[in-house]
């Protein structure tokens, strides 16, 4: 086995594996890991929220050793229409970055994960993939994948400030045929392409934002279709 790394698990459409930044735990609580999806051309897996269909990849640590809880953070993702639905996820490659947090720093960790993804093109396809991954202790020296990690990582979306993003007024308009979800936000630099994932009940779905920037791009109004208010009006 490669060292930091598990061995893949590898199906028809998708491939993941478990990975680490570092070959060893060092002598901190945290070690900063990564679940590596590689998919087969138009295949794709869900983002933590999956939209109007798919459900996102869950992680089971039962068997594990020395681990106290881990923590999965979440890139951005892409829109990808299917069969008229919007659904939100990756292609191609993505690593979702993990905190383990270990019950005894310095000491080994054993890692037993089972993981339950979608992957989906036309259709959806269930998958279940058992990894495991052994960090001995010992100094924390940078593994082979630091890189790679550390390039979905800083994809994780924060709060925008280090931007100066601010998210004025989020209300909606309109009546029952046709309900909007209007959100204002300005930031201190111009906005480039800005987009809008809602997080909601599962009821609702939220569809692309329509867009319209002003005080030259700093200003940014977004208006979200809103459908499925009907179940709560049973």
């Known amino acids: 086995a490669q060292v930091a790394s598990s061995p ?3 199906t028809d459409h998708a491939s993941v594996r478990l990975l680490s930044t570092t070959e060893a735990v060092g002598t901190t609580e945290d070690v900063l890991l990564g679940l590596h999806f590689r998919l087969e051309k138009g295949w794709k897996i869900s983002w933590r929220s999956p939209g109007d269909a798919g459900f996102p990849p869950t992680l089971d640590w039962s068997g594990s050793e ?3 809880a881990a923590n999965i953070s979440w890139p951005v993702p892409e829109r990808f229409p299917i069969l008229g639905f919007e659904t939100f996820g990756y292609k191609d490659e993505v690593v979702l970055p993990l905190t383990a947090t270990l019950t005894q720093a310095s000491q080994p960790l054993d890692l037993r994960a089972s993981v ?3 992957a989906c093109k036309e259709i959806c396809i269930p998958y279940q993939a058992t990894l495991a991954l ?3 202790a010992g100094m924390p020296r940078p593994s082979a994948f630091v890189h790679l990690i ?3 990582a800083v994809r994780v979306p924060g709060n925008g400030a280090a931007h100066g993003m601010t998210i004025e007024k989020a209300k909606t308009s309109g009546g029952k ?3 909007l979800l209007r959100v204002t936000a300005t930031a201190s630099f111009p906005f480039r392409a800005p987009d809008l994932y809602v997080e909601g009940p599962d009821e609702l779905q939220f569809g692309k934002p329509a867009l319209r920037l002003s005080d030259n791009g700093n200003h940014a109004l977004l208006e979200l279709p809103v459908s499925g ?3 709560f009006k049973r």
Do not use: A, G, H, T
């Open 150 to 152: 550390n390039r979905f």
């Open 229 to 231: 208010i009907e179940f």
């Open 177 to 179: 045929n046709r309900l």
């Open 116 to 118: 339950d993804y979608l």
């Open 66 to 68: 020395n681990l106290s």
């Open 8 to 10: 893949w698990s590898v």
């Open 134 to 136: 052994r960090l001995p």
